[in-house]
């Protein structure tokens, strides 16, 4: 059975839609340079996919199942975790956890910066109470944000006057906003703590 595949060469982001990503048609799991032997089920679709070559967390949603390169990690959640995979994605596109991976990474002023997955997982995945009212309806939050900004980037990417596409990053821009705010409860910081944060990401 064939299958796209997904090259990780392009910017990868949770702003493009996963479709947008250049695709070869017709890629197996035969013996190849990036693809060599690997098993189908890895690539099956509600997976993560966050690329390789980049100074800073790039994730994206895949439901198609897509294959992907030696430039790209995937990520499928365990099938004990109760957290939504769009919850894990709105985590690591977050400001906060981009700034804690720059802690982990040694990017800093390199030509050619990578993403590497032992950096990944040293990440502090914040975990759900799903028996406390508050903690779950702050996990379903995240996940109706993320599905949200999903749906923006499709909407944009079919827009075409310039006048809608300005609205929709508009919208997109607001709700990246109300993800990270989501963010810093889930992980209590304090505002001493979200300032150092946010000027981190200045201007990124």
Same mark, same amino acid.
């Given at each position: 059975?064939?299958?796209?595949?997904? +090259?990780?060469?392009?910017?990868? %982001?949770?702003?493009?839609?996963?479709?947008?990503?250049?695709?070869?048609?017709?890629?197996?799991?035969?013996?190849?340079?990036?693809?060599?032997?690997?098993?189908?089920?890895? *690539?099956?679709?509600?997976?993560?996919?966050?690329?390789?070559?980049?100074?800073?967390?790039?994730?994206?949603?895949?439901?198609?199942?897509?294959?992907?390169?030696?430039?790209?990690?995937?990520?499928?959640?365990?099938?004990?975790?109760?957290?939504?995979?769009?919850?894990?994605?709105?985590?690591?596109?977050?400001?906060?956890?981009?700034?804690?991976?720059?802690?982990?990474?040694?990017?800093?002023?390199?030509?050619?910066?990578?993403?590497?997955?032992?950096?990944?997982?040293?990440?502090?995945?914040?975990?759900?109470?799903?028996?406390?009212?508050?903690?779950?309806?702050?996990?379903?939050?995240?996940?109706?944000?993320?599905?949200?900004?999903?749906?923006?980037?499709?909407?944009?990417?079919?827009?075409?006057?310039?006048?809608?596409? %300005?609205?929709? +990053?508009?919208?997109?821009?607001?709700?990246?906003? +109300?993800?990270?705010?989501?963010? *810093?409860?889930?992980?209590?910081?304090?505002?001493?703590?979200?300032?150092?944060?946010?000027?981190?990401?200045?201007?990124?």
């Amino acid at each position: 059975m064939r299958s796209p595949a997904i +090259q990780g060469g392009k910017y990868v %982001t949770k702003k493009a839609k996963i479709s947008d990503i250049k695709l070869k048609k017709g890629m197996t799991t035969q013996k190849k340079i990036d693809f060599a032997l690997r098993k189908p089920e890895i *690539y099956k679709p509600n997976k993560i996919l966050i690329r390789k070559t980049a100074d800073h967390i790039v994730a994206a949603y895949d439901n198609a199942g897509f294959y992907y390169d030696s430039l790209a990690y995937g990520i499928q959640l365990n099938e004990m975790t109760r957290e939504s995979v769009l919850y894990i994605l709105g985590l690591l596109n977050s400001r906060l956890l981009n700034y804690v991976h720059s802690n982990y990474s040694l990017n800093k002023k390199k030509t050619f910066a990578k993403v590497l997955a032992i950096n990944i997982k040293k990440l502090p995945i914040r975990t759900i109470d799903f028996s406390n009212p508050k903690d779950k309806a702050k996990h379903d939050k995240m996940v109706k944000l993320v599905e949200r900004i999903i749906e923006l980037h499709e909407r944009l990417a079919r827009a075409r006057t310039e006048n809608e596409k %300005t609205m929709l +990053q508009r919208q997109i821009d607001a709700i990246d906003g +109300q993800i990270d705010k989501l963010v *810093y409860e889930l992980y209590e910081l304090t505002p001493e703590e979200i300032e150092i944060i946010e000027k981190f990401n200045e201007g990124k």
